[in-house]
C-alpha cells in the first residue's frame, strides 16, 4: 500500500527544525535552473536521505524565508540529496548565488508520494511539462531500477524549448534502459531532430493499454488539464491518473492553510493526488 501524506510527513523528525545542510555541487539544467546536490552536516551525514519520489523539501535561507522544492534525486539515496531550482524569486535567486560549501537549512520530506506501488503490474504513462520533470526524474529512476515490476514505461516530456528540457544528458541512458521517452518541444532549435508541438498532442499518439495503464503527470496546469483530458477519452479510468499541483506554500504542515484548496492542504494531502479528488480545482487560481 502506498502510505499517505500524513504518515509521511514529518518523517525525519521534528516537522519544525530544518537541518543544516552543505552545498556539495551546483549543476547547471537550463537557463535560470539548476540542480543543487545537498549533503547534511549532523551525525546522519554519512545516510542516505529517505524520500518517497513525489515528496519535497522545505529549503531555508537564513533572513530570506523558505521555499518548497521537489526532491529531484535517485529513491535509492546513492546520489546524494538533489533539487533542481529554477531561480524565479526573493528566495531562489539567492539560493541561484550560493556555491559548494555554502550552508541553508532543509526540513522535510514532505507530501504525498506518487504512487509507485499501485503501478506495479500495469504499463505507465509519465507526462512532464517543464520544471515538471523534477519531481518525476526520481519516478523515472525507480520504474527503471525495476522494470520487470511494471508493464511499458513512457514518458512524454515537453519544455519551451531543447535547451530548456532538464536532464537531457540521462535521457539516452533512459532509452537504452527500456524507457520510451518522447521529448516535445514548443520551439525548435538548431539540430532539434524531434517533436514539436505540445506534450498533450504527443499523448494523444502513445499506444495504450487504457485499462491497465497508470498516468503521472507534472507541470503548469494547463498542460495537465489537456494530458488528462486526452488520457480519460483514450479510456484511461480516472482513478489510474495522478497529478502534482503547486500552489503558495509556507508551513508545509497543514497548518497555516496558505496552500489550501476547498477541504485539501497541498502540503500534507498533496501535492500529488488522485485526480478525481482535485479535478474540480484544477484552474483555481493561485493566490
Ligand atoms: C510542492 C511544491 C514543489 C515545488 N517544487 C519545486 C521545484 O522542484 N523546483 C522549483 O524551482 N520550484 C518548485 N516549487 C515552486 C517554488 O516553491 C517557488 O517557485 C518558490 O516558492 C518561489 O520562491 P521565491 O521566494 O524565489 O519567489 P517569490 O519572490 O515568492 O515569487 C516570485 C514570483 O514567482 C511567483 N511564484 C511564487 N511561488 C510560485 C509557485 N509555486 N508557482 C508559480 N509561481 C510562483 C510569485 O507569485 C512571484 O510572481 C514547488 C512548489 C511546491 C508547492
Redesign the pocket.
Known amino acids: 500500500m502506498t502510505a499517505t501524506a500524513r504518515e509521511v510527513s514529518g518523517a525525519a523528525g521534528d516537522p519544525y527544525l530544518p537541518r543544516v545542510f552543505e552545498v556539495r555541487s551546483i549543476e547547471p539544467q537550463a537557463p535560470q535552473v539548476a540542480t543543487f546536490t545537498l549533503a547534511a552536516t549532523d551525525s546522519s551525514r554519512d545516510l542516505p536521505f529517505a524520500f518517497q519520489p513525489g515528496q519535497?523539501n522545505m529549503i531555508y535561507l537564513p533572513g530570506l524565508?523558505e521555499?518548497?522544492?521537489?526532491i529531484?534525486g535517485d529513491p535509492d539515496g546513492r546520489e546524494g540529496l538533489k533539487?533542481?531550482?529554477?531561480f524565479?524569486?526573493?528566495?531562489?535567486?539567492a539560493l541561484s548565488r550560493l556555491e559548494p560549501g555554502s550552508l541553508l537549512g532543509v526540513r522535510g520530506p514532505y507530501?504525498a508520494p506518487w504512487p509507485l506501488d499501485q503501478a506495479a503490474g500495469r504499463d505507465v504513462l509519465l507526462v512532464a511539462g517543464g520544471?515538471g520533470m523534477?519531481?518525476l526524474r526520481p519516478v523515472v529512476k525507480a520504474l527503471l531500477h525495476e522494470p520487470s515490476r511494471y508493464g511499458r514505461l513512457s514518458l512524454v516530456y515537453g519544455g519551451r524549448q531543447p535547451i530548456d528540457l532538464l536532464f537531457a544528458a540521462e535521457f539516452a541512458g533512459w532509452r537504452d534502459q527500456g524507457l520510451q521517452l518522447c521529448p516535445i518541444v514548443d520551439r525548435a532549435g538548431p539540430g532539434w531532430r524531434g517533436e514539436v508541438g505540445v506534450a498533450p498532442a504527443l499523448v494523444h499518439q502513445i499506444k495504450l493499454e487504457p485499462a491497465n495503464t497508470l498516468v503521472m503527470t507534472c507541470g503548469p496546469e494547463i498542460m495537465m488539464h489537456y494530458t488528462i483530458a486526452e488520457v480519460l477519452a483514450k479510456g484511461v479510468p480516472g482513478q489510474n491518473i495522478f497529478l502534482s499541483l503547486?500552489?503558495?506554500?509556507q508551513c508545509a504542515v497543514g497548518l497555516c492553510g496558505h496552500?489550501q484548496l476547498g477541504p485539501e492542504f497541498?502540503c500534507i494531502d498533496g501535492?500529488v493526488f488522485p485526480y478525481p479528488r482535485v479535478a474540480r480545482y484544477l484552474g483555481v487560481a493561485?493566490f
Open positions: 519535497f524565508g521555499v518548497a522544492i521537489s529531484s533539487h533542481t531550482i529554477r524565479i524569486g526573493r528566495v531562489t535567486e507530501g520544471l523534477a519531481p503547486e500552489r503558495n506554500m496552500c497541498l501535492p493561485h
